[in-house]
Structures are given as structure tokens and as C-alpha cells.
């Protein structure tokens, strides 16, 4: 059994852009249907949380300090094949006042922080997936919302380039998830419903690559 944990924010979580503050249904998240588009050797754990930043303390909510939880939450969940991480939405809020390569740099700390736990904690090595989030977009009718800002929305745009550039770093396998996925026009934030299904099965087709020998 291939156990892949993915680590993210409420675009992993699964908000309904469409219905405030609900979460779509089980078998719409891009996480289930990735799952759907893996054969059953395949076990995808969610571990989403809205308003998780990379290393940002949220000063409006406990516990969205991305790397200061990490531990907590792999050791959940370990023995583990693959750690997705796709994380670095949150911190283009105006409040943290982050450039992208803030964001990359946090994404870093994660993963050094990851592979010091193959040796520290006695836990199985396994392989990392860094995801750089979709871009954010001025929602339909004007309004900002989250704490986002036009700012917030160019500096998404450059994410993927930092982003790339850590994995190579590390040695880590990297995806764009703005390649398959574009924010709801309803919010500007979070993934537009049908893109769920999208990104989903390509993730599924970078998961199987990645896994295929193991």
C-alpha cells in the first residue's frame, strides 16, 4: 500500500465557493479524485487546514503556522510514500507582507524540516512532491476577500519560478498547479469547482511516476 499524505491549506481542505463557509463534497476534492485515478494500492490522506501559511503565525487563528505543525501532523500519519506539500496561498495576504520567494523560502524550511524527521523520529524515507499553489485573481464582483489584495494576486504569479527552484534544490519532484487549475471567480481564492477534477488526475499521473518503483 503506497501512503501519500498531502499537506495543504483550505485548497486542500476543499472550500465550495459557492455555498460560504462550506466544504464540497468528499468525492469533488482534487485530493479524492486524484484518488480515484490511482488504483487501490494507493491510500491518499488530507491533511488541509484553511488559512495554513507556510511559516506565518495567523494572528486571527491557532494552529496555521505550516512548518511549527508539520511534525504533528506527518507522525499522524507515517509510514508514508509520498509528502505533498502544496502551501504558500495564505502568505500572499497583505497582513504577512511576503514576496513569493518568502513563501519558496518557507516551503524550504518544511522540507528540510521533513528529511531531518528520516533519521531523527525513525521515520521511512520517502519521496516529496512540492506543488506551487494556483495563482489568485480579482473575484467577479470587486470585492477583496481573506485579507487578499491586487498585490497579493501578482505576487502569486510568481510562486511557481521560487518554487521550482527549491525542488531542484532538494531534490524534489515539483508540479504548477496553475498549469491545470484557476482561482473561482467567486472568490479569487480558492479552486474553481470543475479544475478540482482537472488537477486531480494530473496529480494522479505525477504520482505514478513518481511511485512507479517503489
Not at 476543499?14 to 494500492?41: H, P, S
Not at 513569493?100 to 524527521?117: C, H, M, P, Q
Not at 508540479?175 to 480558492?190: E, I, N, P
Request: glycine fraction near 8%.
Amino acid at each position: 500500500m503506497h501512503n501519500i499524505l498531502c499537506y495543504g491549506d483550505s485548497n486542500t481542505w476543499g472550500v465550495d465557493t459557492e455555498k460560504e463557509n462550506k466544504r464540497i463534497g468528499y468525492e469533488k476534492r482534487w485530493t479524492q479524485i486524484m484518488a480515484g485515478n490511482l488504483d487501490k494500492d494507493y491510500h491518499v490522506i488530507e491533511e488541509g487546514l484553511p488559512g495554513r501559511t507556510t511559516v506565518f503565525e495567523d494572528p486571527f487563528g491557532y494552529g496555521r503556522h505550516g512548518e511549527k505543525y508539520f511534525e504533528i501532523a506527518l507522525l499522524s500519519h507515517v509510514p508514508i510514500d509520498l509528502l505533498i506539500v502544496m502551501l504558500g496561498t495564505n502568505d500572499m495576504k497583505d497582513i504577512y507582507n511576503a514576496t513569493a520567494e518568502d513563501s519558496a523560502k518557507g516551503v524550504e524550511r518544511i522540507i528540510i524540516k521533513a528529511k531531518s524527521l528520516f533519521s531523527e523520529c525513525f521515520v521511512n524515507e520517502f519521496k516529496i512532491l512540492i506543488v506551487s499553489p494556483i495563482q489568485l485573481s480579482q473575484p467577479i464582483d470587486g470585492n477583496w476577500y481573506y485579507g487578499f489584495s491586487e498585490k497579493s494576486v501578482e505576487k502569486s504569479k510568481q510562486l511557481a519560478e521560487h518554487y521550482r527552484r527549491v525542488a531542484e534544490l532538494h531534490g524534489c519532484e515539483f508540479l504548477d498547479a496553475a498549469q491545470y487549475a484557476k482561482a473561482s471567480v467567486y472568490d479569487g481564492v480558492h479552486i474553481a469547482g470543475k479544475d478540482n477534477e482537472r488537477l486531480g488526475k494530473e496529480m494522479a499521473e505525477k504520482v505514478k511516476k513518481i511511485l512507479v518503483n517503489i
